[in-house]
């Protein structure tokens, strides 16, 4: 693998992006901020109190790590798989001197970089309505990075798998979607049988949840354990985006 070419792919994207940017940060943008203005107005007017944090204050953070990592899977699914199979990009650009795992890479910076972009907008506007209680928020930004890393090695891995784009339903469904709800994004785990908060501690966002939160709060201490479980995880996870993108491709 070469980095300068590898830049050069997420270079392209980045392109791509800088041409579409206003209904793809709009659409990005408003899924996350219907939740909390949902969840954190109307059942925080039920919900007083979470740990002694305002309901909206306490799920506020947790906004920030799921719309980052929706930013990265979204990107790194169905954005990946249409380059791939329908627009081809991946055939010119193959045709080029960059190479499978040059290719590979660039598509892994680019989920991470939206990542970050998209973290970044929802923790601005989290703290200009005075959801964040400590500017310590902004080194959660290296980990953003991270967790999109990890996301969108997950995701590749299944886009080198799925037989078709239809099946991203079940990507969805069986594997975002409880790992949203479960992550302790909206209630604490604790008082959830002890089977469900074990699943949800192999769960990356639900250490980026911690993460973001504690940031948040000023309590940077107390998440050494989630950092060192992220950097595992992209550690760990890295080879297999490139070994099963490989044989997707070259078959």
């Known amino acids: 693998m070469n980095l300068r070419r590898a830049f050069r792919v997420f270079q392209r994207n980045l392109t791509v992006f800088s041409k579409l940017y206003k209904s793809s940060l ?37 906004m920030i790590a799921s719309s980052a990592m929706f930013a990265a899977v979204y990107e790194t699914t169905y954005g990946t798989y249409v380059r791939m199979t329908y627009q081809k990009t991946f055939d010119a650009i193959l045709a080029t001197p960059v190479n499978i795992y040059d290719l590979v890479a660039g598509e892994l ?28 928020v902004i080194a959660a930004l ?10 969108s090695e997950i995701s590749m891995v299944f886009v080198a798998i799925v037989p078709g784009i239809d099946s991203f339903n079940y990507f969805y469904t069986l594997f975002m979607t409880p790992m949203f709800l ?53 550690a760990i996870l890295a080879p297999f985006p490139f070994r099963l993108m490989k044989k997707r491709i070259v078959r």
């Open 142 to 151: 290296p980990l953003i990075f991270i967790s999109g890393i990890i996301f």
């Open 182 to 234: 479960f992550s302790g994004i909206f209630f604490p785990l604790d008082n959830l049988p002890p089977l469900v908060a074990n699943i949800a501690f192999f769960t990356p966002l639900y250490h980026m949840v911690n993460v973001c939160r504690s940031f948040a709060q000023g309590h940077m201490a107390g998440v050494w354990l989630d950092v060192l479980w992220l950097l595992a995880a992209a």
């Open 26 to 62: 709009a659409l990005n943008f408003a899924e996350p901020a219907l939740y909390l203005w949902a969840l954190g107005l109307g059942l925080g007017a039920y919900v007083k109190e979470i740990n002694g944090v305002p309901y909206i204050n306490f799920i506020a953070p947790g």
């Open 109 to 136: 910076m680019w989920g991470a970089a939206k990542s970050v972009l998209y973290g970044t907008i929802i923790m601005l506007v989290i703290s200009i309505f005075g959801l964040v209680d400590s500017a310590a």
